[in-house]
Nanobody
Framework: QVQLEQYGGGLVQAGGSLRLSCAVF????????MGWFRQAPGKDRDFVAA????????FYADSVKGRFTISRDNTKNTLYLQMNSLKPEDTAVYYC??????????????????WGRGTQVTVSS
């Protein structure tokens, strides 16, 4: 059974930075693709970023391109999301996600088998 443990998040002023981490327990980390979604109050859960299993492709929502960076460390079984130049509209609960489907699209929610519990990110203006 795969379990995801999220770290990071919190309150930051607009223009600031935060890094989210997601430790993956169980499964074969190097054979997983993974990503991040977020859900703001009263809104749908949206795709943020993804990275495929062999590191050669990353994907970003238009709203975060150039500000957020997704990365993974296979030696630590950990996924990261570095968030820079944060805006109040980035305020949401952020979820890390994992799939062992190596070749499917990584943007839809249904692509992912495992979800973290979520961590709150609040950006004040």
């Amino acid at each position: 059974q795969v379990q995801l443990e999220q770290y990071g998040g919190g309150l930051v002023q607009a223009g600031g930075s935060l890094r989210l981490s997601c430790a993956v327990f169980g499964g074969t980390f190097s054979r997983m693709s993974m990503g991040w979604f977020r859900q703001a109050p009263g809104k749908d859960r949206d795709f943020v970023a993804a990275i495929n299993w062999n590191h050669d492709n990353t994907f970003y929502a238009d709203s975060v391109k150039g500000r957020f960076t997704i990365s993974r460390d296979n030696t630590k079984n950990t996924l990261y999301l570095q968030m820079n130049s944060l805006k109040p509209e980035d305020t949401a609960v952020y979820y890390c996600v994992v799939t062992d489907d190596l070749y499917g699209s990584l943007e839809p929610m249904y692509a992912y088998d495992y979800w973290g519990r979520g961590t709150q990110v609040t950006v004040s203006s």
